[in-house]
């Protein structure tokens, strides 16, 4: 029994360390039963020798030196927010560890003051979103949605729906639910979107619209291979510094007529300034 749990958890363990998008498309297990063995996981009554897990792990066709113990390490990190000080000081090494999970992914606001802004798609679809970037400036496409009453009633019962065992689904709905909770987590993130075109709030305020789509998503497992692409390309382009910096020079003096005739009026005032001041020092030579 031990070697058939000591499979699994060593399946489960690989992709955290590999970073690969598409591993679950090689297992039989849905994404929503995935997450109830990973809670599993770490009951006490399920705890298995770690000398059983290096041997299994050290033992299949892509093992490598040491490798057991960074894929160990890997699942640790995705797993816990408190991590080993040896573990803490290598991470701190790295630019910016990139986090896929919603409460990783940059909300609305923090993604607008990063320089991105949110576009509609061509479409209708669910999984139409996509990312583009043209210097500082990043576009998230994504499929506009109009929350009103029915909203709640009818993504919950698809997601129930999708999670029926007997039925074969991507859960593209449970997946863009749980896509647009990342991306709010107050009104005023609903507000960023709201503005940009991607949410149309027929419901009430805008608070309102942020707890309707936190409620969905809190019983709710994602697809994680749907947005993997979208994330990945949103959370690579948040983390550089220049790109931070450019964004928020535009959004101060560029973001809208009245802020750049300011900015275009100081520095002429700034330039005459100067100008006086020359021709008054040559004057007095």
Request: aromatic residues 12%; hydrophobic residues 40%; charged residues 20%.
């Amino acid at each position: 029994m031990m070697f058939v749990d000591g499979i699994l958890q060593a399946i489960l363990q690989e992709p955290y360390y590999y970073g690969e998008s598409n591993w679950l498309s090689r297992t039989i297990i849905k994404t929503d039963f995935l997450t109830f063995v990973y809670l599993d996981l770490f009951l006490l009554e399920n705890q298995l020798p770690y000398r059983v897990l290096e041997l299994l792990i050290t033992s299949s066709s892509s093992s490598k030196k040491g490798l057991s113990m960074r894929l160990i390490e890997g699942f640790i990190e995705a797993n816990f927010v408190t991590i080993p000080e040896e573990m803490e000081q290598r991470l701190k090494q790295e630019e910016e560890p990139i986090d896929f999970s919603p409460r990783g992914f940059r909300k609305a606001k923090e993604l607008r003051n990063s320089g991105t802004w949110f576009k509609q798609s061509e479409n209708d679809l669910l999984t139409d979103f996509s990312f583009s970037r043209t210097g500082f400036i990043g576009k998230l496409w994504l499929p506009p949605i109009r929350v009103d009453e029915s909203t709640g009633p009818m993504f919950m019962n698809l997601i129930a729906y999708e999670m029926c065992p007997d039925l074969e689904n991507d859960s593209v709905v449970t997946s863009y639910v749980c896509f647009l909770d990342s991306l709010i987590d107050d009104a005023g993130d609903v507000q960023v979107l709201r503005d940009d075109g991607a949410v149309y709030n027929a419901l009430g305020s805008d608070e309102e619209v942020a707890k309707l789509l936190n409620k969905m998503s809190t019983v709710s497992v994602p697809n994680p291979e749907i947005y993997y692409d979208v994330k990945r390309q949103v959370q690579q382009h948040c983390p550089t510094k220049w790109i931070r910096h450019a964004a928020q020079a535009y959004l101060t003096y560029f973001s809208s007529p009245w802020t750049f005739i300011a900015f275009v009026a100081a520095i002429a005032v700034l330039f005459l300034s100067s100008l006086q001041t020359y021709y008054t020092i040559i004057s007095a030579k």
